[in-house]
């Protein structure tokens, strides 16, 4: 039993089959890169954890980094800017991810460009045909029907060229936007750095303070203790200058008042 989508793709010729086929590998490296990017980001979860302790020890190279990175800007007496460099950590060590990301992102308007690609060229061709048989002198011509036949198929071919693409660019796109609403990669990446900003928040918080900075804070109190005594002694020094001051002023005017 004969269909007539089938028949209409026996019409499609080579150039339309190309491009038929662009768009088919275009779904299938959309669907692959979901399934990529899901598996992923799964290996990151498990590794995050299993592993996520007060001693870390992450499979994965970027978790590890930004561990490191985080607690070597911790010894370092600074306030770790535990986004910055997750993200940093992230764009440098997952770039296949990203790449099947922004695949993913642009796969569904890819695979509607190449059905209306296929459009206008079966189009394109159909009206070629047409104007062709339009325009031909049918008179010397031994059977017009004959001739008139083979014109109509031949323009048929540019119609089945472009319905077929755009049927195929079309169905595509809805699979791909299906498959990206029931998984969404990057939701998953942000809550992905979203646990790992938390587990790294939690963990410098449960951090006890080392010696160094006990020693510095030690050191702090010591020179504040020390420019408080400095004031205490120049407000002493000052009292005393008023009060001799304010003696000598009593000299003076006693002094006046004899002579008077």
Do not use: W
């Not at 995050?48 to 010894?75: I, K, M, T, Y």
């Amino acid at each position: 039993m004969s269909s007539p989508i089938l028949d209409g793709l026996s019409l499609v010729d080579s150039t339309g089959h190309i491009i038929l086929a662009s768009t088919l590998l275009s779904l299938c490296a959309g669907l692959g890169a979901h399934v990529f990017l899901r598996a992923g980001y799964s290996a990151l979860e498990r590794d995050l954890e299993r592993n996520a302790g007060d001693r870390p020890h992450f499979e994965h190279p970027v978790l590890s980094e930004v561990v490191a990175q985080v607690e070597e800007a911790a010894r370092q007496g600074a306030e770790p800017n535990t986004q910055a460099i997750i993200e940093e950590n992230f764009h440098t060590g997952l770039r296949p991810l990203l790449l099947a990301e922004r695949f993913v992102r642009s796969a569904t308007g890819l695979v509607i460009i190449l059905g209306l690609l296929g459009t206008f060229y079966g189009l394109t061709l159909s009206i070629g045909k047409l104007v062709h048989l339009v325009s031909a002198d049918t008179s010397v011509s031994a059977d017009v029907a004959q001739s008139v036949s083979q014109g109509l198929t031949q323009a048929l071919t540019g119609m089945a060229v472009a319905f077929s693409n755009s049927l195929v660019g079309i169905l595509s796109a809805v699979v791909l936007t299906i498959v990206g609403i029931l998984s969404n990669v990057g939701d998953r990446r942000t809550a992905l750095m979203v646990r790992l900003e938390t587990y790294l928040d939690r963990r410098a918080s449960t951090r006890p303070r080392s010696g160094g900075d006990a020693a510095s804070f030690s050191e702090s109190v010591a020179r504040l203790e020390g420019a408080v005594a400095r004031f205490d002694g120049a407000l002493q020094r000052l009292s005393s200058s008023t009060k001799d001051l304010r003696e000598l002023q009593l000299v003076v005017s006693l002094k006046s008042d004899e002579k008077a």
